[in-house]
Structure formats: C-alpha cells, structure tokens
C-alpha cells in the first residue's frame, strides 16, 4: 500500500515569501523602524558633511561612501553640519544624548542623516544602512524613506572561539571579527591555550610556544568511535604578539573588546610539557592529541603561581581591554590530594576542602588582575570554594551558577550550552558534518532568554549579557567554522540587542533569508538547517499521530510515496495530523516559492505493539535533552545512531529510566528492544541494570526480567530481550538504572552519569 492511502490528506497550500515592505530586513531588529512613501537614489548623493576636525568620523564616512558606491562628492566639515543644497549624506553628534551604542538614521528626499553621540554609534548606524542596501535586491541604489532609532538592550554581547584545539590563521579571525561587526557584536573571547595548544607568544617562558604549541597527531572522530585512531601529521601554530596586536586593532575599528583566555588551574597540557616544574608530580607531560578533561593541571604551589602571574603580565600589557579570562572549569583534583605541596598550601591557609584551595588558587590570580587594572572572567566553575572578590562569572553548565552569581552581586555573562554552545549539531539529517553532540537548532537559540525570572530586579542588573560558544574540537577549517556559527550567531546577536517583546522567530527567519543571500553570493558557506523540517508524534489506540513541524516561513511541504524511483511527489497539507499503523518509509522537504528546498527528511517507521501508546515516566528528562517527550521513546521511529540529542533521544542526568507503558489491552509480546547510547568521553553511560516488569491492573507489578549490562565502549547498546515464552499483559515497566555518580577513572569524574534512550520495542 502506497503512503497516499494511509495518511495522505491532499489540499493547495502555497505562501508568498514576498517580505513585508514594514519590515525591512536588519538584522539585529532595530527599535524603531518608520518607513514612509518613497525613495532616494544614493547615486545623487553628491556631498557629506562631517563635523569638524573629526578624524574617526571622517574615516567612518569614507567608510559610508564607499558602501553606498559614491563616485564624485565633496566633503564639507561643519561645526553643525546639516543637509547641503544638493542630496547629502550627513553625520550629527547628539550631545544630549548619554548613550555610546545609540544612533538615528533617516532617509528623506534631501539625502541620509546619520545622529549618534559615539563612534560606535555611528558605527552601527553603517551596519544598518549596509543591510537597507542589501535588503533592496530589486536595486540596491534606492533606498527608502525611513526613520530609525536604535540601541541595544545589552552592553555584551559577544562571540567565543577556541585556536587550542584547531588552529585559525589571522586571516580567519579577521573574518570572524567581520561577521561579528556586521550583527553588532562587541566582545571577542579568544580562547588562546588549552590541553592540545598553547597559542599566544609570552617572551619570558619562550618554550610555551616552541614546545605547548605543538602536538603529535590529533584525534580523528569521537573518542567512543575512534579510540587510538590519531592523525599522525605533528599539528600546531601560534600567534606572535605582533600578529596578535594587528587583530586588536582590527577588533577596535569594528568596536570589538578582545577578552583573552588564559586556561588555569586545569586545562595546562601544554603549558606543563613547556614548564614541567610548575605542576604537582614534575613530569613527564606531553602536548595532548586527543579531546576531553585530563588529571594534570598546575600545582598550587607558589612558584606556579609566580609563573601565571608573569605570563597574565604579558598578556595584560599585550590586551588593552578591561577583561581577563582565566578559565577555572573542568579541574580534577586527584593531583592537588596527593601532591604535599598543595597540602602544605591548605594548611598554611587555613582550608576546608581542594574546592577552597581553588578558590585560593583563582583569588590570587584575580588579585593580580585587579592590580594590572583588569578584571577576572571565569567559568562558573569559580563558584566552588567561594567566588573571589570582583569576578566576573561566564554561566555555562547552565544558568544555575550565573544566577548564583547575581545574587551575590558579581557580574554575569550567560552561555548555557543548551541554548549558546554553536559545537552542537543544528540539525537532525544524517548529512550534517561531524560536531561534538547535543542539538541546538536556529530557533532554540533565538527562544533563548539572558535573563531569569527568579532574579530580583536588582539582582537582574548584574546579567551583562551572552556569548555563543565555539569549541573546535571537530572543527578543523574555517568553511567548518563559518557553518557551525552562522547562522546561530546572528540569531543570538539579535536577543541581546532587541527588545524581548519585539522578538518574533518568524520575522526573524524572513529577514534571515535575505541575508542567506548575502553569505552565498560572498561564497560563505553557512546552515540553512532553519529550512528543515521536523515533527511530532502523540499517542493514538490506532497507531502513531504524525504532525509536521514546518519552518514558520511562508512555504511548502512536498512528500514523497514510498516508492521514490517513481518520482511521484505530493504537497501535503498542514491538516490535523495523518494516522502511521504500518511499516513505512518516506521522505519530505519544505519549498520556499523561489523552489528553494530545505534538506530531505527521511523517515523509516516501524510499528510495533507500544507504537502510540500511552506511556509515564518517573523521571522527567533533562531540560538539556528533553527530546519531543516521553513519546518519542514508543512512536515507531529508531533514535539516529551518529549523534545523541535531537528529537528521538531522551537525556537523564543521573536518573534511571523508570518508564510505564498502557498498551491499552492485554497485548501478548516475546521481545523487547531498547536504544541506549554510549559515549564516556561525553559522559553518557549504558545503564548499569534493566528490570522488566508486567502489570495486568497497572497496580501490581510483577519482575519478569532482570539483565546486567556489561559497562561498553559501543556507541549504541540495544540489548534485545527475549523471553522464554510469550507473555501476555496490559502494563509493561521498564527500569534502567543510571551509572549514578562518575567514578574518579572514568570521563566526568564527580559528575552525574548521563543516560540517553531512545526507542522501546515491543514484538
């Protein structure tokens, strides 16, 4: 039987993606927009005017004049400068206004008026009047009549990328500062040495580049499918002063702070192979090749101190920004328990714990900084032990610890890796590139909200703003690189500039489209996984209720019969829903009107006795891995084996799987199947033991199996369970039980053990 004839309800449903000319596509949203009837062509643009002795303005506006592909103008300097007699592009200083990022722009028959009362006001306002000549693809000379007020919500908003464990020339990151600027953000956070590479020259310790920046070969995959499978090519480079003082200058022509990260206490692979003497066993240490949280990090003795101290010295005299990142996550401290050099510390300072001889470790770091007239940022693993005096917290294991950190009144940067960690995988197809794991899509990141609720409104002030997070483990060229940021960079640059109340993801994916345009026709290759689309599937006593899930852009949806060699493709309409009770292969893809496609989605349905079934869990899965609910674990669809997260697994963090299954009637079965996934270098183990238990009245239950797992180093486990005869039941338990706390020889030692599941067969 054809798909057509068991679910297919057929009806036109096609939309104009024609934009509305309300809202013209700048992105981030400005404030205001006021558009009037009309247009100006840029081409009769035949003088600027500049204040007086203005040199930055000045530069902007040769800036301007070439953006708007002036020819012949004169330049006329003013002490109030105003519209000449002929058309003009004018710049006003607004003295009464307090506000560095603020600007005006407008549009009149009479020419272009840019207002701000900062360079980087004025800065912006290019951005915007950039984007306006871009939105126009008809003729990019005309612009319309239009007034716009704008400023930012928050005062950071910023990108990170990491050159330790994939190295990116100064070309590159002048490229990533590009983009930056043009979405209007204005914090770089260069994260500069690690485990696998010490990137930044310091003149006093010269062996941290001749020998931390260099590794023997690098991991290839991940850990869980690549054990001992390394490049064999040396891998390394590093960045002199003198290159790293050229891409702060260009950073500051596009008002971009440069936060430089220092990794310490943990994270010093590389700096311990260059100076072994400064951790707690002496060596040997080694650059390390492959990914992950490694035992030795630097002893808290005070001649390592002294030597951190002299390395943030350079790197302070080298970095003019205000901020000064030192790392602080991630510290095992089996070391620090066994080394009678730290020991002496905690007793001479009078410590409770190893988290306090952090704490002590981080203070005294911080008091240097403080002292060079720099602030210190940490991961919020900083909080451990006490948060030193003036710390800046960066809140990534969630928005726990930022919170933490505002109420005791210390100055947060938020960027939960569920919602600001751009390493993820963005999209569900099979033919997405190799990415560390989890799944963080477009529009996750766009929901995303700086600021929680359960904050006072005092509390509130200290949330500066956010950042997205790139970590280059499997990142290792700058097409990767552009594609794993973009376009998720822009959708976090617009939620830290606009105002929470005017942000709408389905305005945002219009304007975003006019953009795409923008990166294709600069011959950047970046996602289009926003055009994916997904779906949802609820329980049903006939079988499995499928919805689609299609972007919220004006489209359609085509699907294919279950035998594509014919070619026979349908538009489907947007009905209630259509009913799967039977296996089922079939593809389906979202058109825009200019036939541009998203990426297949195919999909292989198995039904089974639980498929669409009622099911209860226990344990609520993280927030972080929530899949599409407790559904998705009996809906008939198999949970992706190349990635973890998504819509078909589920993630417990630290929880058994406790799960109920109604199927409604008493249902004879022989054979239960389930999707574990395993990955200990993301710290997801298989459980430790499965019970099934069946229930005639869903009050008794009675065991029927009870089976150990051997711990594994696969990636997915699906133990298939067959009984030894056919059991009949209404109620089937299933109880996984989580590997609980990590022991201190396995990855993410002291942690909560994740457990994922994904599919439950019943045959």
């Not at 010295?313 to 000064?324: A, Q, R, S």
């Not at 209860?616 to 972080?624: A, G, H, R, V």
């Not at 009949?728 to 201190?744: F, P, Q």
Request: charged share 25%; with cysteine.
């Amino acid at each position: 039987m054809k798909i057509k004839s068991v679910f297919f309800i057929i009806c036109s449903l096609l939309f104009s993606t024609v934009f509305a000319q309300n809202d013209p596509a700048i992105i981030p949203k400005p404030k205001s927009v006021k558009l009037a009837g009309g247009n100006v062509s840029v081409q009769d643009i035949a003088t600027i005017v500049i204040p007086k002795k203005n040199a930055e303005i000045k530069k902007l506006a040769l800036d301007y004049a070439k953006v708007l592909g002036l020819g012949k103008y004169t330049f006329s300097e003013q002490e109030k400068p105003a519209f000449a007699k002929s058309k003009s592009l004018v710049f006003q200083i607004l003295l009464q206004e307090n506000k560095a990022e603020y600007y005006t722009l407008t549009v009149t028959k009479n020419g272009i008026l840019v207002s701000a009362n900062d360079p980087k006001g004025f800065f912006y306002a290019l951005q915007s009047l950039t984007q306006l000549l871009e939105s126009n693809q008809a003729n990019e000379k005309f612009l319309p009549f239009v007034v716009i007020e704008d400023e930012p919500v928050f005062g950071y908003r910023g990108m990170h990328l990491d050159v330790a464990r994939h190295f990116f020339s100064t070309d590159v990151v002048k490229q990533y500062l590009d983009l930056m600027s043009r979405y209007k953000m204005n914090y770089f956070h260069w994260h500069l040495t690690d485990d696998q590479g010490w990137r930044i020259e310091i003149k006093k310790f010269p062996k941290l580049t001749e020998v931390g920046a260099y590794r023997k070969g690098t991991q290839l995959g991940h850990a869980h499918d690549a054990k001992g499978q390394k490049g064999q090519e040396d891998y390394g480079s590093y960045y002199t002063q003198e290159e790293i003082k050229e891409i702060i200058q260009y950073a500051k022509e596009r008002h971009i702070e440069i936060i430089p990260e220092i990794e310490m206490p943990g994270h010093s692979s590389a700096a311990l192979a260059a100076y072994p003497e400064f951790g707690c066993t002496g060596g040997p240490y080694h650059v390390e090749s492959n990914w992950g949280v490694f035992k030795d990090v630097f002893c808290t003795k005070d001649t390592s101190i002294w030597f951190l101290k002299e390395v943030l010295t350079e790197v302070c005299d080298l970095f003019p920004g205000k901020y000064i990142h030192i790392g602080g996550d991630e510290v095992p401290k089996e070391r620090w328990k066994a080394c009678p050099r730290c020991q002496t510390i905690v007793k001479r300072q009078g410590l409770k714990n190893h988290d306090e001889l952090q704490s002590y470790f981080i203070e005294q770091i911080g008091i240097h900084l403080f002292n060079q007239g720099k602030k210190l940022i940490g991961w919020d693993e900083i909080l451990e032990g006490g948060l030193a005096a003036n710390a800046t917290v960066m809140s990534w294991r969630g928005t726990q610890g930022g919170i933490e950190s505002a109420k005791q009144r210390h100055d947060v940067i938020m960027c939960p890796g569920s919602h600001c960690y751009f390493d993820h995988y963005q999209s569900e197809s099979i033919k997405e590139p190799l990415a560390i794991g989890g799944y963080t899509n477009l529009e996750k990141v766009y929901a995303f909200q700086p600021v929680p609720e359960v904050l006072s409104k005092e509390e509130k002030k200290y949330i500066l703003g956010a950042q997205g997070n790139l970590w280059t483990e499997y990142i290792p060229n700058a097409n990767h690189l552009f594609y794993m940021a973009y376009p998720r960079a822009i959708a976090l640059a617009e939620v830290l500039w606009t105002a929470s109340s005017e942000l709408n993801y389905k305005g945002f994916t219009e304007r975003l489209n006019s953009h795409m345009l923008w990166f294709k026709k600069n011959k950047i290759e970046i996602s289009n996984a926003y055009l994916d689309l997904g779906y949802i599937t609820k329980s049903n006593p006939n079988g499995v209720e499928f919805h689609f899930i299609k972007p919220p852009i004006d489209g359609r949806i085509l699907i294919e019969t279950e035998k594509p060699e014919e070619g026979i493709v349908q538009e489907y309409a947007e009905a209630d829903s259509f009913l799967l009770n039977q296996n089922v292969d079939f593809g389906a893809w979202f058109q825009l009107q200019d036939k541009t496609l998203g990426r297949a989605l195919r999909l292989n349905f198995q039904n089974h006795l639980a498929a669409g079934k009622n099911i209860q869990l226990k344990y609520n899965p993280s927030i972080k891995y929530p899949g599409s609910g407790a559904q998705c674990l009996i809906n008939g669809f198999s949970a992706p084996t190349h990635k973890f997260g998504g819509s078909e697994w589920i993630g417990l963090e630290g929880d058994d799987l406790h799960a109920t299954i109604d199927l409604g009637a008493e249902k004879e079965f022989q054979t239960i199947t389930i999707q574990f996934y395993q990955a200990n270098d993301s710290w997801i183990y298989a459980p430790e033991e499965l019970k099934i238990y069946t229930s005639k009245d869903g009050e008794k239950f009675d065991e029927i199996y009870d089976y150990k797992l051997p711990l594994s180093a696969m990636k997915i486990i699906s133990p298939e369970i067959k009984l030894n005869q056919k059991t009949k039941s209404r109620y089937l338990r299933i109880v996984a039980k989580n590997h609980g706390m990590i022991d201190e020889t396995l990855p993410g030692a002291g942690h909560k053990a994740w457990l994922f599941v994904g599919e439950i067969k019943l045959e």
